[in-house]
C-alpha cells in the first residue's frame, strides 16, 4: 500500500485545534494539579488526624485506580447526581485531580531532601511553620523535584488524548476524526504520533533551559 499524505492537508487546521486544545488543557490541569497536590501533602504531613487520613486516602486512591475510569466517574456518573458537564470541563477536573495525587508524591519527595537543619535554622529565627515552608522548603524543594514535574507534565500531554473518548476535541479525537474521513489511517497516525513527539520534546528542551535559568538565579541569590 503506497502512502500519501496530500489528503491530510485540508484538515492540518483540524489537526493543530486539536493540538491545542491538548496543549490548554494540559497546561491548566498542570499548574491546578501541582497547587493542589502541594496542599495534599501539606494536609497528609500535617497534624490533623483526619485531614490527613483524607488526603492519604485520596492521594493512594487516585494513583491506584485507572484515568480512564476516573474520567468515566466524572463525565457519565455526575450526571446521574444532576451534574452535567461539558466534554472539556470534564477533562480538565480528571485531569486536575490525577495530576494532584503525583504532583503530591512528587513534591513529599522535594520536601524530604531538604535538609532538616534548614528547618531547624528556620524555627530558631523566630519563624512560624507556614512561613518556614514557604521561605525555606519550598524553594530548594521545588528545584530539587523540576525534572520529575517536567515528567508529570508530558505525561499529563499524552494522557489528554483520553479525553477523545468523551468527544473532547483534541489531538486524538481530531486524527480518529481524519482517518474516518480520509481512510488514510496509517499517513493520518503517523503525523499525530509526529505532533505528540514533537510537543512533548520541546517541552523537554523548555523545561531544561527553565531549570538552568532557575538554577542559575538562585545560586546568584545566595550569593
Not at 3 to 20: A, I, K, V
Not at 146 to 174: D, K, V, W
Amino acid at each position: 500500500m503506497a502512502l500519501y499524505f496530500g489528503d491530510l492537508l485540508p484538515f492540518s487546521s483540524l489537526l493543530l485545534e486539536g493540538l491545542w486544545t491538548a496543549l490548554h488543557i494540559t497546561l491548566v490541569a498542570m499548574v491546578a494539579g501541582s497547587a493542589l497536590g502541594v496542599f495534599l501533602y501539606l494536609g497528609k504531613v500535617g497534624p490533623g488526624k483526619a485531614v490527613s487520613i483524607f488526603c492519604t486516602c485520596y492521594i493512594e486512591a487516585i494513583r491506584n485506580t485507572p484515568l480512564l475510569v476516573q474520567l468515566y466517574l466524572i463525565y457519565f456518573a455526575l450526571p446521574t447526581l444532576g451534574i452535567n458537564l461539558e466534554p472539556i470541563w470534564a477533562a480538565l477536573i480528571g485531569l486536575t485531580l490525577n495530576n494532584a495525587a503525583y504532583t503530591a508524591e512528587i513534591y513529599r519527595a522535594g520536601f524530604e531532601s531538604v535538609p532538616h537543619g534548614l528547618r531547624e535554622a528556620g524555627k530558631a529565627l523566630g519563624m512560624k511553620n507556614a512561613q518556614i515552608v514557604r521561605f525555606i522548603v519550598l524553594q530548594p524543594a521545588t528545584r530539587n523535584v523540576f525534572p520529575a514535574l517536567t515528567n508529570q507534565l508530558i505525561l499529563l500531554f499524552l494522557a489528554s488524548s483520553i479525553g477523545s473518548i468523551i468527544s473532547l476535541p483534541e489531538l486524538t479525537n481530531a486524527i480518529m476524526s481524519v482517518s474516518n474521513t480520509t481512510y488514510r489511517t496509517v499517513e493520518v497516525l503517523a503525523v499525530g504520533g509526529l505532533l505528540y513527539l514533537g510537543v512533548s520534546a520541546l517541552l523537554s528542551l523548555a523545561s531544561k533551559r527553565a531549570e538552568t535559568t532557575l538554577f542559575r538565579w538562585a545560586v546568584g541569590a545566595r550569593v
